[in-house]
């Protein structure tokens, strides 16, 4: 069972930026894939970013060259680093785990790869 807490969400002008983070319990978090999705009202949950167990990473097209994903192991905690954030990129945005030791060129956008999800954390972007 893994256990993931959100943090670092709010309110920001477009430009901005903002650091999302994601706490995991556990002792097997570095061989889980770990990935970002987001969902805004009225809006399907989709898929932002991804990090594997072997550090290769993967995004959506709206968020390159903008969002950074990373993770680090002897902390147990993913990162999104979201610069010149957009009024677009407001969302919930929810932290997932899952996908052991897979490292595969695709499935990463699947909410099914996922077998954990966080609770989220609001983040809003202001024009």
């Known amino acids: 069972q893994v256990q993931l807490v959100e943090s670092g969400g709010g309110l920001v002008q477009a430009g901005g930026s903002l650091r999302l983070s994601c706490a995991a319990s556990?002792?097997?978090?570095?061989?889980?894939?770990m990935g970002w999705f987001r969902q805004a009202p009225g809006k399907e949950r989709e898929f932002v970013a991804a990090?594997?167990?072997?550090?290769?990473?993967y995004y959506t097209d709206s968020v390159k060259g903008r969002f950074t994903i990373s993770r680090d192991n002897a902390k147990n905690t993913v990162y999104l680093q979201m610069n010149n954030l957009k009024p677009e990129d407001t969302a919930v945005y929810y932290c997932?785990?899952?996908?052991?030791?897979?490292?595969?060129?695709?499935?990463?956008?699947?909410?099914?790869?996922?077998?954990?999800w966080g609770q989220g954390t609001q983040v809003t972007v202001s024009s």
């Open positions: 556990g002792r097997t978090f570095s061989s889980y894939t």
């Open positions: 990090i594997n167990w072997k550090g290769s990473t």
């Open positions: 997932a785990a899952g996908g052991r030791n897979y490292s595969g060129s695709s499935d990463y956008t699947a909410t099914s790869l996922y077998n954990y």
